[in-house]
């Protein structure tokens, strides 16, 4: 993920914004719950399609069209980035869903020709034909994805708010905010307040040359970290840490749903994190189910002599 790379990261303070903490533990007592909701907790990465998993999570000469299947026995979901650059034809979706277990998540992004018009599309045909596909995902699919992009500012509201209105109301959404402009203390506090009033998940992006866009606020009953690392460098476990700590006690008061998406410059490195995360969360969390990546055990074939 290119937004909020930097090449040095010494220096940069990468803890975690606790500011909500409270207010979060009121909005969750506040919402309207079914009562023993089975709490979940969903890793995942961006790509499932990349050879740095290999030797990792998939065995060698694996097949490119295994990868799925693998990847899938690994993690409980993808934030499928493909979906940004080009609609899926519906054979693929199906394809894909018959390749995954019951539970695993596709999380699409929604198609960056859309996210990128000034009126986010509305009136787009591209739009419905990209609804109608998602359908096709049925008790796969996750969280959607709107990512907006760094010049929409708070200029363009109404625009998002026509574009939440006509959601459909069987699909979540989630929306990433990059503009500056949303993120000064007066404006993010009426956004998060916002987004509660709409059900939209207020995706966090935990980027290091972008520290303010970094936040702890809840506006749904799930939550979407996304998670950049910096080539498994110290900070990165540091705070899979606090995340894996944060996480635990969001579920324990009364949070239902929890998409975590790991990111490196190396694709196959998110496996370490998330291994990382896994075990820092079993530590703190209470009979909560989570699932780790498990590395290939190395096999040595003995010849004759």
């Known amino acids: 993920m290119k937004f909020g790379k930097v ?34 907790i969903f890793l995942g990465c961006p790509v499932w399609r990349d050879r740095s998993f290999i030797g990792k999570i998939y065995p060698k000469l694996t097949k490119v069209e295994d990868y799925l299947t693998l990847y899938a026995e690994n993690f409980q979901s993808i934030e499928l980035n493909s979906t940004y650059y080009a609609l899926p034809s519906n054979s693929a979706i199906l394809d894909w869903c018959a390749k995954v277990p019951k539970g695993f998540k596709f999380c699409p992004k929604i198609p960056g020709a859309l996210a990128n018009e000034r009126n ?32 929409f500012d708070l200029s363009r509201w109404k625009a998002l708010v026509k574009f939440i209105r006509l959601f459909p109301k069987n699909m979540k959404l989630a929306v990433e905010f990059r503009h500056p402009e949303w993120f000064f203390s007066k404006n993010f506090k009426k956004l998060v307040d916002h987004m509660r009033a709409f059900g939209v998940i207020l995706a966090c992006t935990d980027v290091a040359g972008r520290r303010d866009v970094c936040h702890t606020a809840l506006t749904s009953q799930q939550v979407m970290i996304r998670f950049t690392g910096n080539g498994l460098h110290k900070s990165d476990f540091n705070r899979s840490k606090e995340w894996a700590h944060l996480i635990s006690k969001w579920l324990d008061q009364g949070l239902e749903e929890a998409f975590f998406f790991f990111h490196q410059p190396v694709e196959g490195d998110c496996v370490d994190v998330a291994m990382d995360f896994v075990k820092n969360f079993k530590i703190v969390s209470n009979n909560k189910e989570i699932r780790s990546p498990a590395l290939l055990k190395e096999t040595v074939q003995l010849g004759l002599f």
């Not at 606790?18 to 969750?28: A, I, K, Y």
């Not at 045909?125 to 992009?149: I, R, S």
Request: proline share 6%.
């Open 120 to 151: 986010l599309g509305v009136e787009d045909p591209l739009l419905k034909d990209f609804l109608t596909a998602m359908e096709l995902f049925g008790e796969h699919l996750g969280p959607l994805l709107l990512q907006l992009n760094p010049y």
């Open 7 to 40: 090449h040095n990261i010494e220096g940069i303070k990468f803890n975690l914004p606790f500011n909500f903490n409270g207010d979060n533990e009121c909005f969750l007592k506040g919402l309207n719950t079914k009562g023993n909701v089975k709490t979940k």
